[in-house]
């Protein structure tokens, strides 16, 4: 007769669980964790400290006319052809003639580049109204000059010197630009506005 077998026992194998009971190691970690979080916190305080700082990219410009006595402001914004705009109305360039009476080049001897007014070539493809004065060279440092070359003759070249770059402050108002530049002593200078109701100088003394 036979005898029934039992089962075999199992025996369950676990991996021991090693704790580090060494103190240096434990020190270590607690340091690090200390150095992660004064770094973040500095990182942070940091990133608060530092704000943008405020710049205004427009400057005055103001341009001497040589000989003429008369001097001009622009702002870095505006462009080549508002420039000459401007000398054509403050000075007699020509005969007393403005900025569409005549064909007129600038040329500036800084960079050897030449720019005139209009939509077609003559003698330079680059165009007066399609430049910016802080694109150029010239425009950005003091005592430098443009020429400019009224009505192409070589006896109404004008010389617009660099006189001085000027910030333009936040209460500035650009629509006051360009204009002439005022007289030494005019910080407050402002030009007369007559507006719509002032009486007509042309019908009081007609026959002037």
């Known amino acids: 007769m036979s005898t029934p077998s039992r089962p075999l026992a199992t025996t369950a194998h676990t991996s021991p669980i090693s704790v580090s009971t060494d103190p240096t190691s434990a020190s270590t ?21 530092i704000s943008p700082t405020k710049t205004n990219p427009t400057s005055i410009l103001t ?46 001897p800084m960079e050897g580049t030449a720019y005139e007014p ?9 165009r007066a109204a399609c430049h910016r004065l802080d694109s150029i060279k010239a425009a950005q440092y003091v005592g430098h000059q443009l020429l400019l070359e009224y009505d192409y003759g070589s006896t109404s070249t004008y010389q617009l010197v660099l006189k001085s770059v000027d910030e333009l402050a936040e209460d500035d108002d650009k629509a006051q630009f360009p204009r002439r530049a005022p007289l030494p002593g005019q910080a407050d200078f402002v030009p007369y506005n007559p507006g719509p109701d002032a009486a007509n100088i042309n019908e009081i003394y007609f026959d002037l």
């Open 29 to 49: 970690n607690k340091r690090q964790k200390t150095n992660e979080t004064t770094m973040a916190s500095s990182s942070t305080s940091s990133s608060k400290a």
């Open 63 to 108: 341009y001497d006319v040589v000989g003429s006595g008369v001097s001009v402001q622009v702002l870095s914004s505006h462009t080549i052809h508002m420039l000459v705009a401007a000398v054509c109305d403050e000075t007699c360039v020509g005969m007393n003639e403005g900025v569409y009476d005549h064909m007129w080049i600038v040329h500036d």
């Open 118 to 126: 209009g939509e077609y070539e003559c003698r330079s493809d680059l």
